[in-house]
């Protein structure tokens, strides 16, 4: 088990921005590709954003190309989505989830957070 935990989430006025973090006590972490992935109410879960175990290769969602980025710090542990120009269709539960190798595919992802609640107003 590798448990991932994630922070930052917040109202936000939209044009706003907002940090997400996700760390893990486990120090096999910074080997596993991190991705961001999220869920509104009544909808399924989708992908936002990916980042390999290196931080040499990120993938984005094209919905928020542009306005989001993804960032890790392996010496802290830590993978980043730094959201700005946020719309109130970012509106969601964000999760980060974890694998070895690297996808964009929900499916492909063996350890998930609890989520934290992003909520943007117009």
Same mark, same amino acid.
């Given at each position: 088990?590798?448990?991932?935990?994630?922070? &930052?989430?917040?109202?936000?006025? *939209?044009?706003?921005?907002?940090?997400?973090?996700?760390?893990?006590?486990?120090?096999?972490?910074?080997?596993?590709?991190?991705?961001?992935?999220?869920?509104?109410?009544?909808?399924?879960?989708?992908?936002?954003?990916?980042?390999?175990?290196?931080?040499?290769?990120?993938?984005?969602?094209?919905? +928020?190309?542009?306005?989001?980025?993804?960032?890790?710090?392996? *010496?802290?542990? =830590? +993978?980043?989505?730094? =959201?700005?120009?946020?719309?109130?269709?970012?509106? *969601?539960?964000?999760?980060? *989830?974890?694998? =070895?190798?690297?996808?964009?595919? +929900?499916? &492909?992802?063996?350890?998930?957070?609890?989520?934290?609640?992003?909520?943007?107003?117009?």
């Amino acid at each position: 088990q590798v448990p991932l935990v994630e922070s &930052g989430g917040g109202l936000v006025q *939209a044009g706003g921005s907002l940090r997400l973090s996700c760390t893990s006590s486990s120090r096999t972490f910074s080997a596993y590709a991190t991705a961001w992935f999220r869920q509104a109410p009544g909808k399924g879960r989708e992908f936002v954003s990916a980042i390999n175990w290196s931080g040499g290769s990120t993938d984005y969602a094209d919905s +928020v190309k542009g306005r989001f980025t993804i960032s890790r710090d392996n *010496a802290k542990n =830590m +993978v980043y989505l730094q =959201m700005n120009s946020l719309k109130p269709e970012d509106t *969601a539960v964000y999760y980060c *989830a974890i694998k =070895m190798g690297y996808s964009t595919n +929900v499916r &492909g992802y063996d350890y998930w957070g609890q989520g934290t609640q992003v909520t943007v107003s117009s």
